[in-house]
Structure formats: structure tokens, C-alpha cells
């Protein structure tokens, strides 16, 4: 009999959440925030906000965010922040982690994208956004390998 690997907090929660329920959507989000390359001011509320629009996405009363407002956000954050070039990024770049993101955490993230044209459309919600766009600024902040102009 074959050995299942361990699965991650992150993907039970996402499991979970699956169903609904506020309660396990908590579970995610307060998952998620554990999860981040960073921290919060607790005046920013960060663990309620993102339940919040976490639990409003998933009853349908607040929209995903698309790929193209995700790289939007970024990049305003880079602008704002004067941070280097090779900070911005673009629909590629964020589709091809989404997609790498996506084998290490298929249940959280959602399948990968099944080619270069179909994520045009895609929504992910708060939850997966905000991991997203954070772990991706991280690597683009220390790692040399993600340290080149998205557009050249």
C-alpha cells in the first residue's frame, strides 16, 4: 500500500472551507495570515478583514480577483513604495507561480491553469490573492532568480 504524504494545514483548511461554513472559513484565513512572509499592525485587522472578504467571496456577495488585478496591485505597491524594476510584474509571470503554487497546493489554489490563454478569466478569492502577491513579493525581494524586469 502506497504512503499518503502529510497534508498541509493550509490544504485542510482549504478543504474545509470548501463547504461554506464560517467557522472553517475562519480556519483558512486565520491559516492563510500564519502562513505569510510577514506581519500586520494590529491596527490593521488584517486576520478580520481578510475573513470578511473571504466569507463575502464565497457567499457570492463580493467578486474574485482576477489575475490582471492581482499584477494591478503589485505594481502599484512597487510604484508606491519606489521599489526596484524587477519588483513589478506581469499576467504571465503570475500565472506561471499560480500554476507552480497550484501543484504544491491544489486544493487551496485551485487546478493549474490548463494553458497561456485560459487564466484571462480566472478568479481566485481573498484568501488565495493575498498569499499569493505576498509569497510572490517576497521572492522577488531575495531571491536573484525572480530579480528581472517581468516585461523584458
Known sequence: MAQQLPTSPLETA??????GDATAI????????????????????????LFQAELQYRQHLRAGISIGQLVLALNQL???????????????????????????????????????DEPSDLSLGPSAVTFLILHL???KLIDPAYQTDPDT
Open 14 to 19: 482549504a478543504e474545509s472551507a470548501l463547504s
Open 26 to 49: 475562519r480556519v483558512l484565513t486565520d491559516t492563510v495570515i500564519s502562513q505569510l512572509p510577514c506581519t500586520f499592525h494590529p491596527s490593521l485587522n488584517m486576520t478580520d478583514r
Open 78 to 116: 512597487a510604484d508606491d513604495l519606489k521599489l526596484p524594476v524587477y519588483v513589478r510584474t506581469n499576467p504571465s509571470q503570475v500565472q506561471t507561480y499560480l500554476m507552480m503554487g497550484g501543484k504544491v497546493y491544489p486544493r487551496f489554489l485551485g487546478p493549474p491553469p490548463h494553458g497561456p
Open 137 to 139: 513579493l517576497q521572492l
